[in-house]
């Protein structure tokens, strides 16, 4: 092929390719062309058509009427002008009313309430009925309602939205750009406050009645600035005013783009609602899941119509918290022995005690006040029945009831630490909770010698003349029983004649028979702590007269209550009567017989010149168990006070038979009072020990 041909081909050939370019130009210009066609009624309705194009945007440009309210009223009058104080007089009533609303309804506070150990400062109940939560939802629909009528909230958004008129200005040159936008601002608050408030009661509603009135409360906080609104407007505020009210429904605003600005209005409403619907779902899953629910119970039962019960005194564990395996929906506790239960009866309206041995229930021997609450500590305080033979249900004696779960309100940092829902004492700390100083425990009690007790005529009182009852220490660490420490006395030998127990109720004295030696019982205090360490972590309740035959109980304390002054940590204080022996008291086979007490009380041995001084001038040597008083006077060389602390006055005729003194500086004894009823001149005295020009004892 020569030259001529070669390049004539070539041209051919790029005329070719130019054709097809310019075919595919023009096939992609057409079907643009047909894209924008069939779409352009979607992007530009009124194409081709200009009247209804004007027609439209002269509907997006339609004025409207101002909201005839306090806020629309502060718009538009003069800062300095009684109108706008009066506007911002009721503006700050109900943004206060409802802030303070707020302020009460939660607790704002660094440590706020704890249920179960959960933070609940809106003070959510544990759970409601199936009745109140659809009104709860129902109350979500009911409040979007009222924000989309003439709700602050929803009306301040409306305001806030179309935004400032200038043309408002020309005829009402006080309607400025920024007291339009602080009017909106300060009705869109007040509405957020006041949404807040309602959700809030809501919530915390346990009743439909009681939500419906809450709804009618909140009602009256949200009508404050319309009510004040229609009363300027009939002329009972000032004449200034009335006018200026009747200006407000003049106000004609011109909103650019009014259709968007309706299609926003309706997307915030639905946002909002959804905003609503949100942590309405999630406090009804807390509810059914049992967050706000106690999971364990501290009880401690009285004992004067069952003298079985105390001993079950202690925690109460929930069998489950969650909605599917509750009874009556409400949580069922059982104690740690596991013989007896609590759980709501829908029969009775009440919270009722039954035995775990009886599948029904309602087959209570306690039952609370009637009550719909599905939260039993709330029924706590109130009066609980026990159910006796003769006369039905009668009145409690006592019965304590507070949820224990582990928190820092229970468990303090610093005393313990929270393990599983249960506090574990740090050193130095015991009790249930932990709440005791191991320094305030006494180590070792004494008989009181000023006690008004003839121990000739009380059986079985021979152990407690000792002077020594020893608290129970098994290689370093504290025994204990109920958080409360034991305390045991022994003989010359080192056996164990007498056990001080806290059984949950009372304290109670086990002591041996004067027929039995406690060499012949052969118990020490290593059995003894066995003993009561075994029991402690198997079963609440020990008997001790199975575990130690010989030993039977001698003595009853008054009541321990908890959360009372008698809740003390050891027996020093305590009041004592005598042991009635009762077979059908299968723990202990016995109870106290508060007709016969004992005036016999204990004092702590321990002496030390902060807490546990010498009495009556007495001088403390050592410290710790090994602490003595010396009642001797260091002046006189003569000792007037015995006893452990120096606590018991000697008679005359006690001291004469003591330091065989047949008369101390002329002391003529009284047989029967037990004092010197004359004494030498210079002296005086109950046992003429003292100088006239002596200072001291």
């Not at 002329?235 to 009335?242: A, C, E, P």
Request: with cysteine; glycine share 8%.
């Amino acid at each position: 092929m020569d030259e001529n041909e070669k390049d004539s081909h070539e041209n051919n050939a790029g005329t070719g390719d130019g054709n097809e370019d310019k075919q595919e130009e023009t096939w992609t210009t057409s079907l643009t062309a047909k894209i924008q066609e069939s779409i352009q009624p979607i992007l530009d309705p009124y194409a081709g058509d200009d009247s209804a194009r004007t027609q439209t945007e002269d509907e997006d440009r339609k004025e409207h009427a101002m909201t005839s309210d306090i806020y629309s009223l502060m718009s538009i009058v003069p800062v300095f002008s009684v109108s706008f104080s009066f506007a911002g007089l009721v503006f700050a009533a109900q943004f206060i009313l409802a802030a303070l609303a707020l302020v009460d309804l939660v607790d704002f506070s660094a440590d706020p309430i704890e249920t179960n150990g959960v933070r609940n400062p809106t003070s959510i109940p544990p759970d409601v009925s199936i009745e109140v939560k659809i009104a709860q939802f129902i109350g979500v629909l009911l409040i979007s309602n009222f924000a989309a009528g003439q709700g602050d909230l929803f009306v301040g958004f409306t305001h806030l939205l179309y935004g400032y008129d200038s043309e408002t200005i020309k005829e009402y040159p006080h309607a400025t750009f920024t007291k339009w936008y602080l009017a909106g601002t300060c009705q869109f608050l007040v509405g957020i406050l006041l949404t807040a408030d309602l959700m809030v009661l809501m919530f915390r509603s346990t009743s439909v009645v009681e939500l419906c009135l809450n709804f009618a409360a909140l009602h009256f906080v949200q009508d404050i600035d319309d009510v004040a609104f229609t009363v300027a407007s009939m002329g009972l505020i000032t004449r200034r005013v009335r006018k200026d009210c009747d200006r407000v429904g003049n106000v004609m605003i011109h909103t650019k783009k009014k259709r968007q600005k309706d299609g926003v209005r309706r997307a915030f409403l639905l946002i909002f609602t959804i905003s609503l619907y949100i942590p309405a779902i999630i406090v009804t899953s807390w509810q059914w899941s049992g967050r706000f629910m106690c999971q364990r119970l501290y009880i401690q039962f009285g004992d004067l119509h069952s003298h079985e019960w105390p001993y079950s005194s202690g925690f109460f564990e929930a069998e489950s918290l969650n909605a599917g395996n509750r009874f009556n929906g409400r949580a069922v506790y059982v104690d740690r022995t596991q013989t007896m239960r609590l759980a709501y009866c829908g029969q009775l309206q009440a919270w009722a005690f039954s035995y775990i041995g009886d599948e029904d229930y309602c087959n209570y021997f306690i039952v609370s006040s009637t009550t719909t609450s599905f939260d039993v500590i709330e029924v706590a305080g109130s009066t609980w029945f026990a159910l006796t033979k003769e006369l039905g249900p009668v009145p409690m004696d006592w019965l304590y009831l507070s949820c224990s779960d582990c928190t820092e309100h229970i468990c303090t940092p610093g005393h313990g630490q929270c393990e599983d829902n249960v506090c574990i004492c740090n050193e130095g700390y015991l009790g249930l909770n932990c709440e005791f100083l191991e320094a305030d425990v006494c180590p070792a009690m004494a008989l009181d010698r000023r006690s008004d007790v003839h121990l000739s005529t009380v059986p079985n009182t021979l152990p407690f003349t000792r002077q020594n009852y020893t608290r129970v220490l098994e290689e370093g660490q504290s025994n204990q029983y109920y958080g409360r420490p034991l305390y045991v006395s022994t003989d010359s030998a080192g056996f164990v004649d007498l056990i001080v127990v806290f059984a949950g109720y009372r304290w109670i004295m086990y002591g041996l028979p004067q027929e039995v030696s406690a060499e012949t019982a052969g118990t020490n205090l290593s059995h003894v702590a066995t003993i009561f360490d075994r029991a402690d972590r198997t079963r609440q309740v020990v008997n001790v007269t199975s575990d130690y035959q010989h030993f039977t109980p001698f003595l009853f304390s008054s009541p321990v209550q908890f959360g009372t002054e008698s809740h003390e940590v050891d027996p020093i204080n305590v009041q004592w009567f005598a042991a009635q022996l009762d077979e059908s008291n299968t723990n202990v086979g016995a109870k106290a017989d508060t007709n016969r007490p004992w005036g016999g009380s204990f004092i702590c041995k321990v002496c030390s010149d902060n807490r546990y001084p010498c009495e009556n001038g007495g001088i403390c040597y050592g410290s710790g168990t090994d602490s003595y008083c010396n009642c001797t006077n260091p002046r006189s060389g003569l000792q007037s006070y015995a006893g452990t602390m120096c606590e018991h006055a000697f008679s005359c005729a006690d001291f004469r038979a003591r330091f065989n003194q047949t008369s101390l500086n002329g002391c003529e004894c009284d047989s029967v009072y037990g004092v010197c009823t004359r004494c030498d001149f210079g002296f005086h005295g109950n046992l003429c020990q003292f100088k006239d020009d002596d200072t001291g004892y």
